[in-house]
């Protein structure tokens, strides 16, 4: 006597393709993607602070060499649309970065800069807003120390 083989018909694999896909057309509509945006504009803060104390410890470890320091600058106009981090004594790009779509950016200055001893050279600006979706961080930076904080508001 033959065991029956276990196994699914065409029939039921196909009212199963149909059901997975009629839950598919209702749950993908329901993705709240502004969530997304939120997570961007967070990821999009920590890495401006990062590039700016990064920034700040080139300025200082070059100080023996480079006696003009290190900048970020605001790349785009209206809402910046990314950054570049300068060698300020021969203008080399160090590395860039482009914000993604739905982060906005504004800052009272587009020129970081920060002198051999850390501190930010005054005539540029002291403060970065990034905002997405309602959540908005402001990224301040010390001019007496160089230090730089992220306030989410």
Same mark, same amino acid.
């Given at each position: 006597? +033959?065991?029956?083989? /276990? *196994?699914?018909?065409? $029939?039921?694999? %196909?009212?199963?393709?149909?059901?997975?896909?009629?839950? @598919?057309?209702?749950?993908?509509?329901?993705?709240?993607?502004?969530?997304?945006?939120?997570? +961007?504009?967070?990821? /999009? *803060?920590?890495?401006? $602070?990062?590039? %700016?104390?990064?920034?700040?410890?080139?300025?200082?470890? @070059?100080?023996?060499?480079?006696?003009?320091?290190?900048?970020?600058?605001?790349?785009?106009?209206?809402?910046?649309?990314?950054?570049?981090?300068?060698?300020?004594?021969?203008?080399?790009?160090?590395?860039?970065?482009?914000?993604?779509?739905?982060?906005?950016?504004?800052?009272?200055?587009?020129?970081?800069?920060?002198?051999?001893?850390?501190?930010?050279?005054?005539?540029?600006?002291?403060?970065?807003?990034?905002?997405?979706?309602?959540?908005?961080?402001?990224?301040?930076?010390?001019?007496?120390?160089?230090?730089?904080?992220?306030?989410?508001?």
């Amino acid at each position: 006597m +033959k065991k029956p083989c /276990a *196994a699914f018909s065409l $029939v039921e694999m %196909l009212i199963l393709a149909i059901f997975v896909g009629v839950m @598919a057309t209702i749950t993908v509509p329901r993705i709240n993607l502004g969530v997304i945006d939120k997570q +961007k504009v967070d990821t /999009a *803060a920590r890495k401006v $602070v990062t590039d %700016l104390r990064r920034t700040r410890r080139l300025a200082i470890s @070059a100080a023996a060499t480079n006696t003009v320091g290190y900048g970020l600058t605001l790349t785009g106009s209206g809402p910046y649309k990314g950054y570049e981090l300068r060698d300020r004594k021969s203008s080399a790009k160090v590395d860039s970065h482009v914000f993604d779509p739905g982060v906005s950016c504004t800052a009272d200055g587009r020129n970081f800069n920060f002198g051999p001893a850390g501190n930010l050279i005054t005539g540029g600006g002291a403060t970065i807003e990034l905002a997405a979706r309602g959540r908005r961080f402001v990224i301040t930076v010390i001019p007496a120390t160089g230090m730089v904080k992220c306030v989410e508001q």
